[in-house]
């Protein structure tokens, strides 16, 4: 049976995972250390840990595997990497016999990078999926093996999209080890790379100079993380959902509540507000919300 290691951090690496242990022999798990999480800033194990705990696995959380190359937990015929948090060294590339494989989530060469499934959906992608790719130094960069895909929907937001893109980075995993040894790898296209990059609470900022079409597509890329906000008197409210409506009787940025429903003016139109969260408020729909709060006539 093949020996591999697994290198992954978060809760969608966690399938994976599962599939690699089924068809192989996981000799070691590497993921993240322990961090502060929650409100209680609780010391909490990453999701790739607790399973891999379940599953009887070996882990080794190192601060960083920088300078690792040399550790005997690397030593195995292939390294399985999935959202591990690191851009891994050329030593740590070249130990295992075989090299590392990276289930990335996007369809290469279109977006490298750290945030694939906020950028596919925000840029109104209709399909990603899954990259099998041979790992290179450099982000993302790697000739690719195989590809699954996923379609995006106009009801497809993140956490749906997170789910479904774990689920066939197993499939993908198993199509690649079910076909070992592999054949040589692809090249990727360099005419045709983008790039996303890890991105911050401004990011969530919303625009309303933007089409509702814009907005539309950036809550449901973003509410869950980084989390999407408008100014809101001095403040960031939380906007947690939102629709596309028909009206066109609000400028950019103007509020108008109306039969316990909450509309933002935009560019070319308005969108209904529909979830909302005032800070240190839990999340509400706007008609619960509108009972407690005053509208200003605009954002900011």
């Known amino acids: 049976m093949l020996n591999t290691?697994?290198?992954?951090?978060?809760?969608?690496?966690?399938?994976?995972?599962?599939?690699?242990?089924?068809?192989?022999r996981v000799s070691c798990v590497i993921t993240q250390p322990d961090r502060p999480a929650g409100r209680g800033h609780r010391l909490?194990?990453?999701?790739?840990?607790?399973?891999?705990?379940?599953?009887?696995?070996?882990?080794?959380?190192?601060?960083?595997?920088?300078?690792?190359?040399?550790?005997?937990?690397?030593?195995?015929?292939?390294?399985?990497?999935m959202a591990y948090g690191e851009l891994l060294r050329q030593d740590v590339l070249d130990r295992p016999a075989h090299g590392c494989v990276n289930l990335h989530g996007s369809l290469l060469p279109r977006w490298r990078g750290a945030s694939p499934l906020q950028?596919?959906?925000?840029?109104?992608?209709?399909?990603?999926?899954?990259?099998?790719?041979?790992?290179?130094?450099?982000?993302?960069?790697?000739?690719?093996?195989?590809?699954?895909?996923?379609p995006i929907t106009g009801a497809t937001t993140l956490a749906t999209l997170h789910d479904q893109m774990a689920e066939v980075a197993a499939v993908a995993l198993e199509r690649f080890l079910t076909a070992w040894p592999p054949r040589e790898p692809s090249p990727q296209d360099e005419a045709h790379v983008t790039h996303c990059r890890k991105l911050t609470l401004d990011d969530g900022r919303l625009d309303p100079a933007a089409t509702a079409s814009e907005l539309d597509r950036w809550v449901r890329a973003y509410a869950t993380a980084p989390g999407c906000w408008l100014p809101w008197q001095g403040e960031r409210m939380?906007?947690?959902?939102?629709?596309?409506?028909?009206?066109?009787?609000?400028?950019?940025?103007?509020?108008?509540?109306?039969?316990?429903?909450?509309?933002?003016?935009?560019?070319?139109?308005?969108?209904?507000?529909?979830?909302?969260?005032?800070?240190?408020?839990?999340?509400?729909?706007?008609?619960?919300?509108?009972?407690?709060?005053?509208?200003?006539?605009?954002?900011?």
Not at 76 to 81: M, Q, S, T
Not at 122 to 145: E, F, I, N
Not at 238 to 267: N, Y
């Open 44 to 81: 909490t194990p990453p999701a790739v840990k607790v399973a891999a705990l379940e599953l009887g696995l070996s882990v080794w959380q190192p601060e960083t595997l920088k300078g690792q190359g040399a550790d005997p937990r690397l030593a195995c015929a292939l390294a399985v990497v």
């Open 119 to 150: 950028a596919a959906i925000r840029a109104g992608d209709p399909v990603t999926g899954v990259t099998v790719m041979r790992m290179v130094r450099g982000l993302d960069a790697g000739p690719m093996y195989l590809t699954e895909t996923v």
């Open 5 to 24: 290691v697994f290198m992954g951090t978060p809760a969608i690496a966690v399938p994976a995972l599962r599939r690699l242990a089924a068809l192989t």
């Open 238 to 300: 939380r906007i947690h959902a939102l629709g596309v409506v028909d009206r066109h009787d609000l400028a950019p940025g103007r509020l108008q509540a109306e039969q316990r429903r909450l509309f933002l003016g935009c560019a070319d139109g308005a969108v209904e507000l529909l979830r909302l969260q005032s800070p240190s408020k839990p999340v509400m729909d706007a008609a619960d919300w509108l009972n407690g709060n005053r509208v200003p006539e605009v954002v900011g």
